[in-house]
Nanobody
Framework: QVQLVESGGGLVQAGGSLKLSCVVS????????MAWFRQTPGKERAFVAA???????TEYADSVKVRFIISRQHMNMAYLQMNNLGPEDTAVYYC????????????????WGQGTQVTVSS
């Protein structure tokens, strides 16, 4: 059984930064592509960023390029460094793990965390 647990969300002022963490347990972490998605009420979950198993390839949504950085460390941790946050970044952020599929397509992901709320005040 694979479990993903996010942490690091919270309330921050516009222009501030937050770092989200995701702990993966239950299976070989290095086999997964790791990603972050976000969701606001009434909208579908949207792709934010992903990082490949080799730790070198990354992909970002256009809206977060330059501002956000995805990384992975040790055997079971994934991170999302979020800088220069704006109110439009307010959402529940989800960590996800993928074995095979398209990185930006949520339907392809195998495992999900429970989500962590990020709120950016203007």
């Amino acid at each position: 059984q694979v479990q993903l647990v996010e942490s690091g969300g919270g309330l921050v002022q516009a222009g501030g930064s937050l770092k989200l963490s995701c702990v993966v347990s239950g299976r070989t972490f290095t086999r997964f592509v790791m990603a972050w998605f976000r969701q606001t009420p009434g909208k579908e979950r949207a792709f934010v960023a992903a990082i490949g198993t080799g730790d070198s390839a990354t992909e970002y949504a256009d809206s977060v390029k330059v501002r956000f950085i995805i990384s992975r460390q040790h055997m079971n941790m994934a991170y999302l460094q979020m800088n220069n946050l704006g109110p439009e970044d307010t959402a529940v952020y989800y960590c996800a793990a993928l074995t095979v599929g398209t990185w930006a397509r949520q339907q392809d992901y195998d495992y999900w965390g429970q989500g962590t709320q990020v709120t950016v005040s203007s």
